[in-house]
């Protein structure tokens, strides 16, 4: 039977969300005009926010794309915000919108280099303990340099397929079959170490997704909003690094020993070694590939393995700007490794371009807060704190809301109101410089509590191999819980302790310079 039109529109519209969900946009879009026009402007802004935060905390149910630009269309079409004011935002965050089309697009073409890295990693260390620092830590120095989602994409692909290889040894599985069923593993041996071979990929990727942010915070080039954040300080890639530092470094080292402690002691969820059986069966896999690889496929690696000394060499020196760095990759990676075909490169930005136009949707939300002075009030009141107090304050607020809400959201947010507050006089520029670092370590930190807050592990969590593996939202959130923890309280003891007497002793020394605004 023919359903009617109203049936028909009603399952176009956002597709297979939840109804629930559905007809709580319709509520959200059909409230806020009325509190707008009838009730308060002030109080229908902070509700759009909250409505905005809402479909970022509900990401698995809809891509907030699609919820949040109906919310910004609707804003700005009510006179919320004007569509000049979000296009000033967007030309000041071009850079930002430049990292996210080009440099993602550029290190696709690297992926075959990352995936060689890390499978090397996988086979030639036996101790799960060292394994799993070498992959936290290899995470944390490729984030610095390069995209988290790629570096997590990469682990991501380098897992699945050691996944696949195994379990169509050890099933009646087909081999072009990547449906992955238990019903296809007969032997109860073989489904025992399947549960075991779960486990280990557990642990290493939550290693590899910690590590992204442990690496991430310390580069402007590390997340979105390190680059957002850096442009309003006008910090370079060494001056970034260095601001910083006093927390940073602190945090990177405690990562570190927490990645260790909780596989020594086989806490929440860690600690499980690759099975014999699966060694075997992946070392002669590899052994196999490595003597069918040709002579072209060397160079190919030889030749990613310069771009990305290129790469680091371009951004430490601050050669051109990072989106343009990234496009250079793009041209040197496509020439030299023979990618020619137009349809193969424009693969390259299919993972960058949906995020790309939700930071979009972001600064669509930005200029809402800056047109109904939203955020003033809360200010206003940090800022009547001490100056210590109010970098425990601003590092708190932005944490607790990265935590549940994207930080390059969070972030944006939070550099702007501090930018206003200092060209209005309210604080000097060496205290707008500390916020900074208070916001750019607020929001990558504690924002590894749940996959809403970092991208990389909403990422892991979406994609194929999650359900593989068994790794749920309650299972992601239990096992970054001893990161969330020791993350979020060293970066404030460090924010409290260690950030100005280091800060001051990098000006005399001469490392950083005073703030030029």
Known sequence: MEISYGQAFRRNFLGQSPNWYKGTLLFFLLLNPLLYFFVSPFLAGW?????????????LKCYPLLPGGLLALEAIFIGMASAEQ????????????????????GIFFMKQLLLFV????????????????AFCFAAAFLSAFLDALTVIAVVISVSLGFYGIYHRVVSDQHADDDSFQDEHIHDETHRATLDKFRAFL?????????????????????????????????????????RMAPVTVPVLICGIVTCVLIERFKLFGYGEPLPAKVREILVNYDRQSREQRTRQEWIRLWVQGAIGVWLIVALAFHLAEVGLIGLSVIILATSLCGVTDEHTIGKAFTEALPFTALLAVFFAIVAVIIEQNLFSPLIHFVLQAEP???????????????????????????????????????????????????????????????????AAFLFLLTSALAPLIRLSYGRMVWMALPYTLVLSLVGLLCIEFTLLPVTDYLLQQGWISQPQF
């Open 47 to 59: 509700l759009l926010v909250a409505e905005f935060i809402f479909t970022l905390g509900m990401a």
């Open 86 to 105: 979000v296009k000033e935002e967007l030309a000041s965050n071009l850079e930002v919108l430049l990292l996210l089309i080009f440099m993602v697009a």
């Open 202 to 242: 557990r642990s290493l990727m939550m290693h590899a997704g910690v590590g992204t942010a442990l690496g991430g915070v310390m580069t402007m080039v590390g997340e979105p909003q390190n680059l957002i954040i850096a442009k309003a300080a006008e910090w370079d890639f060494i001056g970034f690094f260095l």
């Open 388 to 454: 210590g107090a109010q970098l425990t304050w601003f590092y708190v607020f932005n944490g607790l809301l990265s935590s549940i809400s994207d930080n390059v959201f969070v972030g944006s947010v939070y550099i702007n109101e501090a930018k206003h507050a200092f060209a209005s006089g309210a604080i000097d520029a060496r205290q707008f410089e500390l916020l900074a670092v208070a916001i750019n370590t607020g929001t990558n930190l504690p924002s590894v509590a749940t996959p809403n807050g970092q």
């Open 118 to 133: 890390f499978t090397r990693l996988l086979l030639s260390i036996e101790s799960k303990v060292t394994l799993s620092l």
